[in-house]
């Protein structure tokens, strides 16, 4: 990364022009005019990579409104691009607890989430995620009671995220894992990655292996954004 931005674009599955190609053709049209502000809005934003790749979002999109989810997690909320996306895509009764150590970062995109009308569904926590999921579990109620998760913060942490995740959601509940090709490193030797995305691409190997390798879920990755894997929780 220089200047906080990867040498890797996102979607670097495909060729630019075919990632082009799909924003323009069937993802940019069906974006809902409040993402297109928030993502407007946090164009500037340094650390503007960090967003949720608009194509991974309205997989998740379709998803939460296949699944009509009435409680859900998000672990690392940034400027709320996927936030805003949950909040839309969810009933009206619908709750998200949307945890991040940075209220700066949330308070950016939050005008956009209340123009939209959604702020009711929002519970915002700031804290640290692991004390924060920690903190639900203390709370017998929260056990097995969440429909979907949706984590998108520090990559070295998701495998401790995942043991929480799976005690707070239902049995067939639903979490999603953004970033889990780490810009394709995963897929590389060591010696022709760029120091940067190195400790990345240790932590997501290994956490790749350990939900392969997890009995109590089922799993797919779609090669959308920058890798997302989803898992529903079997028992
Ligand atoms: C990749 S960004 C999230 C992007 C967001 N999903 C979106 O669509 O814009 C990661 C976020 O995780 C937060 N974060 C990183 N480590 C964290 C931790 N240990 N506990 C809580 N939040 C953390 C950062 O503050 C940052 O806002
Ligand atoms: O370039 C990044 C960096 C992160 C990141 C780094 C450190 C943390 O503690 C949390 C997040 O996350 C990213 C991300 O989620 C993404 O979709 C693209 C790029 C980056």
Redesign the pocket.
């Known amino acids: 990364m220089d200047n906080g931005k990867p040498t890797e674009p996102k979607g670097f599955m495909q060729t630019e022009e075919l990632f082009e190609y799909i924003l323009k053709t069937n993802v940019y049209p069906r974006e809902p005019e409040p993402l297109k502000e928030l993502r407007a809005l ?1 164009a500037s934003h340094p ?1 503007a990579v ?3 790749s608009p194509d991974a ?1 309205q997989m998740i999109a379709f998803l939460l409104k296949t699944i009509c989810p009435k409680k859900t997690i ?10 805003l996306l949950t909040a839309l895509s969810i009933p009206d009764d619908g709750k998200i607890v949307a ?4 209220r700066e ?1 949330y308070e950016i995109g939050l005008p956009v989430i209340q123009k939209a009308g959604v702020e009711h569904k929002v519970e915002f926590i700031e ?4 004390p ?1 999921l920690d903190n639900l579990l203390n709370n017998s109620d929260n056990e097995g009671s969440f429909d979907f998760a ?1 984590v ?3 990559k070295s ?1 998701y495998i401790n995220y995942h043991e929480r995740i799976m005690k707070l959601l239902k049995i067939n509940g639903i979490v999603a894992y ?2 889990t090709l780490w810009f394709g490193s995963v897929a590389k030797p060591e010696d022709l990655v760029l120091d940067e995305f190195k400790e990345g691409r240790i932590s997501t190997i290994a956490f790749n292996k350990a939900l392969a390798a997890d009995p109590r879920i089922d799993i797919f990755t779609a090669p959308l954004g920058d890798g997302i894997t989803v898992c529903r929780r079997l028992y």
């Not at 998000?74 to 936030?83: M, P, Q, R």
């Not at 804290?127 to 692991?130: D, E, K, P, R, T």
Request: charged share 15%.
């Open positions: 946090t650390w960090m967003g949720t979002g998000e672990v690392g909320v940034f400027t709320g691009y996927s936030l945890i991040d150590m940075s970062s804290s640290m995620a692991l924060a949706f998108d913060a520090d942490n953004d970033n």
